[in-house]
């Protein structure tokens, strides 16, 4: 990676990890809702529908993506975390990572962003967004 982007004159000075426990990521994707023709989406926790399974505006049903479903989820955060581990690993060696609460809200995750951006300046590096 670190020569692909020195080829490309494209130095990493920060890398942010947005981290955040996997439990809560399954409830959070297999809650998902989604009104095909409109793209609607909805949560059945966070946002739901007025009638469950059944789009607010249309009274079509509601569909839930074919891979949202616990097992399958489990198994793509199995292997993010097995090929993202020893890029953590390399990036926190060199000094540049920095991993995110992604549980908080909004505001403060994008603080925490902001921080790890203000800390890679503070090193002269550039930042790219």
């Given at each position: 990676?670190?020569?692909?982007?020195a080829?490309r004159?494209?130095?990493?000075?920060?890398?942010?990890?947005?981290?955040?426990d996997?439990?809560i990521?399954?409830?959070?994707?297999?809650?998902?809702?989604?009104?095909?023709?409109?793209?609607?989406?909805?949560?059945?926790?966070?946002?739901?529908?007025?009638?469950?399974?059944t789009?607010?505006?249309?009274g079509?049903?509601?569909?839930?993506?074919?891979?949202?479903n616990?097992?399958?989820?489990?198994?793509r955060?199995?292997?993010f975390?097995?090929?993202?581990?020893?890029?953590?690993?390399?990036?926190n060696r060199?000094?540049?990572?920095?991993?995110?609460?992604?549980?908080?809200p909004?505001p403060?995750?994008?603080?925490?962003?902001?921080?790890?951006?203000?800390k890679?300046?503070?090193?002269?590096?550039?930042?790219?967004?």
């Amino acid at each position: 990676m670190d020569e692909l982007l020195a080829k490309r004159n494209t130095p990493v000075d920060s890398v942010i990890e947005f981290n955040i426990d996997d439990d809560i990521l399954v409830k959070r994707i297999c809650g998902r809702l989604l009104h095909e023709p409109s793209g609607r989406t909805y949560h059945e926790e966070f946002y739901p529908p007025k009638k469950p399974m059944t789009d607010d505006l249309t009274g079509e049903p509601l569909k839930r993506r074919s891979d949202d479903n616990p097992e399958a989820l489990r198994t793509r955060l199995d292997a993010f975390h097995k090929q993202t581990a020893p890029l953590v690993e390399y990036y926190n060696r060199k000094g540049l990572y920095t991993t995110v609460n992604a549980d908080k809200p909004a505001p403060v995750v994008y603080d925490s962003i902001l921080s790890a951006f203000r800390k890679a300046k503070s090193k002269d590096l550039v930042i790219f967004v």
